[in-house]
């Protein structure tokens, strides 16, 4: 009988279920490809089982069926056949089941144990380093927090649909769509020409509003905001890593109430803005509008934010202000780099939420003396190719504009151009819009008229 506690000290595992996994796969070669959606190298706690599961996955990448004969001969070949126990060892393992029927209880009782190990490693190391005193507590739980989400990123288990299943799906989303004879199909943006081409923002989709400084970009999201959460009632959350939280909701009053912002900044109301001010205050307060106020939030913290602002408040839009805010977890690689993999984990948090997440963004100082391109994008070629619909903003400068351009009818605002310059599910264009620079908002060309 073991000793008390003896049992603490050994690392979780299965011997039984390790043995009944290889010997599925070694009586059956299809046993191979559903095991596999469950399982890696180093899985398996006992050295040599992972042998064995290693060779038999060489001998499945080789198109060869694997089975005792062919198993054993390519353990001979690399050398490892006395150190994974013989031939008589990977004999045995096809004694253990009567069939490869239960393959996938198998696989998957193999990678819970594995991952019950691998949670004790890193609890382990995180321990050492929590009486580590020259670490600082936010390095080390910010380790913790990513050393988790990594063992949960590579567990992801891999399947496959056939398309019978995925026809009736696509038919529902057609057939409601018909019936429901709206425009748009996602979640409207608030801008009916924009519509025309988007459909509204569609789930999964990662959205990228590009501008030069002090040409809109927040304007533009929060005019967006407004609408989807004030107007429509629609769950919506805004990152905002650039502006404080009062600074934020000034604007939204601004924009909502239509108040001068100068005025609303330093306090000379007229006695008629205060009604305004109060009406737009009672609207906004009972908006599903939800403000995450982080300067210099790490992605790990915003992805962490997200996934909790989803479950809890079920909001189906999230805005970003603005993708250059957001740090790595890795500060020592280069900035671009950083920023290819702040927009692939975004990408990735857009399909894992199963919402649209738009995320503002600065172009380079070429964006200025002509029309934005997908190349203008600034730090990082790949946000151009992890984005599904890029749009730009661009307004020309009083120099540059030609003598024939007409002002917005009303003369208030200043022409600006929302460039759709990609979308992987439609077309591209340009829609006309105004900026309201008194209220810090957009307005449709259309509704100026």
């Known amino acids: 009988m073991a000793a008390p506690g003896l049992k603490d000290k050994i690392p979780p595992h299965d011997d039984e279920a390790e043995r009944a996994a290889l010997g599925a796969m070694l009586m059956d070669s299809d046993a191979i490809g559903a095991a596999m959606q469950y399982l890696h190298k180093g899985d398996f706690y006992s050295n040599a089982n992972n042998l064995v599961f290693e060779a038999i996955l060489g001998v499945y990448d080789k198109s060869v069926k694997a089975d005792i004969l062919t198993v054993t001969g390519e353990l001979r070949q690399n050398g490892k056949l006395d150190e994974a126990g013989g031939a008589a060892y990977v004999s045995s393992l096809t004694s253990v089941v009567p069939s490869s029927a239960n393959i996938e209880y198998y696989a998957k009782t193999v990678q819970g144990y594995s991952l019950r190990r691998a949670l ?87 959205i990228i509003i590009g501008a030069r400084p002090s ?94 602002i989803r479950a809890q408040q079920k909001v189906e839009i999230i805005f970003i202000d603005y993708l250059g805010l957001i740090s790595s977890e890795n500060n020592f690689i280069p900035r671009y780099e950083q920023i290819s993999e702040i927009s692939r984990s975004l990408k990735s948090l857009a399909r894992e939420l199963d919402i649209p997440i738009v995320v503002l963004c600065q172009l380079t100082r070429e964006a200025e003396r002509e029309k934005p391109t997908l190349s203008s994008i600034r730090d990082s070629g790949s946000i ?54 008194k209220y810090a908002k957009f307005e449709s060309m259309t509704k100026q008229s």
Not at 154 to 178: F, H, M, T
Not at 257 to 269: A, D, K, Y
């Open 120 to 206: 004790l490693r890193v609890s382990g190391e995180i321990s050492a380093k929590i009486f580590n005193e020259s670490l600082e507590s936010r390095m080390i739980l910010e380790e913790t927090q990513q050393r988790i989400f990594d063992l949960s990123d590579n567990r992801q288990v891999l399947s496959y649909k056939s398309v019978k299943e995925i026809v009736p799906g696509a038919l529902k989303i057609i057939e409601d769509a018909y019936h429901s004879k709206q425009e748009y199909t996602g979640v409207p943006s608030g801008f009916d020409e924009l519509e025309k081409y988007t459909s509204g923002f569609h789930p999964s989709e990662f």
């Open 215 to 308: 040409i809109g970009k927040t304007a533009l999201a929060l005019t967006m905001t407004s609408h989807i959460s004030i107007k429509k009632r629609i769950p919506a959350a805004f990152f905002t890593l650039e502006m404080s939280e009062m600074a934020l909701m000034q604007r939204l009053i601004a924009m909502e109430g239509r108040i001068e912002s100068n005025n609303l900044r330093n306090g000379f109301l007229k006695s008629s803005d205060y009604q305004d001010l109060l009406r737009a205050a009672e609207n906004i307060y009972e908006a599903p509008l939800y403000i995450v106020d982080m300067p210099n939030m790490k992605i790990l913290d915003l992805r962490a934010q997200a996934r909790r």
């Open 384 to 437: 151009e190719q992890d984005a599904d619909v890029v749009m730009f903003l661009h307004r020309e400068r009083e120099s540059d504009k030609k003598s024939g351009d007409q002002p917005p009818p009303t003369g208030e605002g200043s022409k600006t151009s929302l460039i759709l310059a990609k979308q992987r599910n439609g077309p591209v264009g340009t829609v006309d819009l105004v900026f309201m620079s």
